[in-house]
């Protein structure tokens, strides 16, 4: 590779029956990549199927970390082109040397940080500019100045964007409220594998388990399932928690421990951490719980739980009630509130939902509606329509 490109941290597929003719037109993906969960799951699946339907990803790592080492679905070749700060503008450059070299035919970034350098890429080659948004960037974390800085960054590097792909209706709405163009913008729901063989279960008696997965930070309300785990032990309901992701930072990790003693919950719960295999905690637990507090756009794991058939309760927050229906395909609580989360909860734990009839929904509905093929399938509609192909 030349001076002025950027380096590979990992080996290029291996042919394979499966492997995508020569023919199939380039995309790069350009990540933040430093942690895998709900987005960087969304790109790993679709590196896996976008081939399908006439496109090969790669995928550009600007802060490299956990993406490289635990992505599961593609092999997609990855280069890392770390940025040194948010406005680290010269590796648009570095960038646009990569996209000449490798022929990409779009630019596809996903975050504030690689918009920006998206758009510069874009710029210099006048290759197409395509940004993905996974959540409301205003209301990404409990960090206000955060929050406004990277929206600003956003607001700034999507006007050079042909098309912004929203992954619900409500983020595609708060996108309008910013100014976009209706002409500029397509909802493309996330969407995961189907799961090949869902074991038969049985309505859980005794002790219920209860699980929830994310990278554990503020706005996901871990705080908020702990408080009415407590509220639900009071009342003689036999329910653990199965706690399945890392947490962004030690502190916020001390300050969930601290509480979890203050709440006597000690011996309830099971720190999983990291887990590559999602779909084999989900048939762990009993219930799964989401919540969240405020910022998601379509929260893969309400999609995996789904596809896996553990129900779900979830709060009511962007995106989650486009997949989940109330009391049909899972049970919606209010956000930031314990005491209506441990209701809902309670409602499945005595029978007032059904547990069965919730599971055989859910299922039904992710496998119309939110898988893997189904979403690569829409973003390849916006290439075709940039590309006009």
């Known amino acids: 590779m030349s001076d002025t490109a950027v380096s590979s941290s990992s080996q290029p597929s291996t042919a394979s029956t499966d492997q995508a003719p020569p023919t199939l037109a380039k995309v790069v993906h350009v990540i933040n990549g430093e942690h895998y969960s709900g987005a960087e799951r969304v790109q790993d699946l679709l590196g896996k199927c976008l081939p399908k339907f006439g496109y090969d990803a790669s995928f550009v790592c600007v802060k490299p970390g956990k993406f490289a080492e635990a992505r599961s679905a593609s092999t997609s ?143 996901k309300g871990l705080e908020v399932l702990l408080e009415a785990m407590a509220q639900l032990r009071d009342r003689g309901h036999m329910i653990r928690l199965r706690a399945v992701g890392p947490f962004e930072t030690p502190e916020y990790e001390a300050g969930i421990h601290a509480l979890v003693e203050k709440l006597n919950l000690g011996d309830a719960i099971d720190w999983v951490g990291f887990a590559r295999d999602v779909n084999a905690q989900f048939t762990q637990m009993d219930l799964f719980v989401l919540p969240s507090l405020f910022g998601e756009g379509l929260p893969m794991v309400v999609l995996e739980s789904m596809a896996a058939g553990t129900p779900v309760v979830a709060t009511d927050v962007e995106g989650v009630t486009e997949a989940i229906v109330d009391g049909e395909s899972g049970i919606i609580a209010k956000p930031n509130d314990p005491e209506h989360l441990a209701q809902r909860i309670e409602a499945v734990l005595t029978g007032r939902e059904d547990w069965r009839e919730i599971r055989k929904t859910a299922l039904k509905r992710h496998a119309d509606l939110f898988s893997d093929v189904a979403m690569a399938r829409g973003v390849a509609s916006v290439y075709d329509k940039i590309l006009q192909k």
């Open 77 to 219: 070749p990855i280069h890392d082109l770390p940025m040194k700060h948010k406005f680290d503008l010269w590796q648009a450059k570095r960038l646009a040397d990569l996209v000449k070299q490798e022929n990409f035919a779009v630019i596809h970034a996903h975050t504030p940080r690689t918009a920006l350098i998206g758009m510069g890429a874009s710029h210099l080659t006048g290759v197409p500019f395509v940004y993905h948004v996974h959540s409301p960037t205003s209301r990404d974390s409990t960090r206000p100045w955060h929050n406004w800085m990277n929206q600003r960054i956003e607001q700034m590097s999507i006007a050079r964007a042909v098309q912004l792909v929203c992954v619900s209706n409500s983020l595609a709405g708060h996108m309008r409220t910013l100014g976009v163009k209706e002409d500029r913008i397509t909802v493309v729901h996330n969407g995961v594998p189907q799961v090949d063989h869902v074991v038969d279960r049985e309505l859980p008696s005794g002790t219920w388990t209860l699980g929830t997965v994310a990278l554990f930070r503020p706005r």
